[in-house]
């Protein structure tokens, strides 16, 4: 299994991103996937989580903002963050574990900048 990472890049604040995490060599829904972000000098902080069953949660600095969604037939887990900040700039993984044998699994990082 492994997880691909993409869509960062440098964006206004206020701007709108959309970063996608493909799922490669599974054929099971990931369960959960997360994205985490890390910023220079700080810890990897979850951002958002979705369930196989839809449910999803949201860290406080990304609630009303970001949305996490995921396209079953394209095994992508999306996160679509919107009125971007400077504070959002950060190393953005994708994360999941797997149902059945619990692995876990981190995709390659996605630079975002927040940046005028």
């Known amino acids: 299994v492994q997880l691909q990472a993409s869509g960062g890049g440098l964006v206004q604040p206020g701007g709108s991103l959309r970063l996608s995490c493909v799922v490669f060599g599974s054929s099971i829904v990931m369960n959960p996937t997360n994205w985490y972000r890390q910023a220079p000098g700080q810890q990897r902080e979850v951002v958002a989580t979705i369930f196989s069953d839809g449910s999803k949660n949201y860290a406080d600095s990304a609630k009303e903002r970001f949305t996490i969604s995921r396209d079953n037939a394209k095994n992508t887990v999306y996160l679509q963050m919107d009125s971007l900040k400077p504070e959002d700039t950060a190393v953005y993984y994708c994360?999941?574990?797997?149902?059945?044998?619990?692995?876990?699994?981190w995709g390659q990082g996605t630079q975002v900048t927040v940046s005028s």
């Open positions: 994360n999941a574990r797997h149902p059945i044998t619990s692995k876990e699994y």
